[in-house]
């Protein structure tokens, strides 16, 4: 049986599908799962006598999920209860005065 002549072996992401292809676009085979794809081509170029090629880790493009497309419900948000304002000189004076006649003291 003769070698067949194969200088390369390239997977490629075709719709849902992966197409496994020979050099010159010569298609092989058409699978669903890029492992599959990828077992494919790595027969071949065992079988042709060729290194393997180094893959990319992935070739997917980031995509939206369709959670991402959804707007998020606003959740409901605690309101911070208003500051009180901080009292004046002239309230603590008095307030202080007050304290010391109540308790008999002399104001300082």
């Known amino acids: ?6 200088k390369s072996v ?6 849902r599908f992966w197409s496994v292809s020979t050099d010159k676009h010569k298609p092989v ?3 669903l799962y890029k492992r599959g794809a990828l077992a494919v081509q790595e027969l071949l170029q065992q079988l042709a006598g060729i290194a393997p090629a180094e893959s990319p880790k992935s070739t997917k493009t980031a995509k ?4 991402a497309k959804k707007p998020r419900a606003k ?3 605690k309101k911070a209860a208003p500051e009180k304002a901080a009292p004046s000189v002239a309230e603590a ?3 202080a005065v007050t304290a010391a006649v109540a308790e008999n003291v002399p104001p300082a």
């Open 1 to 6: 049986m003769q070698k067949p002549i194969i």
């Open 10 to 15: 390239d997977i490629k992401k075709t719709g």
């Open 29 to 31: 085979a058409v699978v």
């Open 64 to 67: 939206p999920s369709k959670a």
């Open 75 to 77: 959740t409901p948000t």
């Open 93 to 95: 004076v008095d307030a």
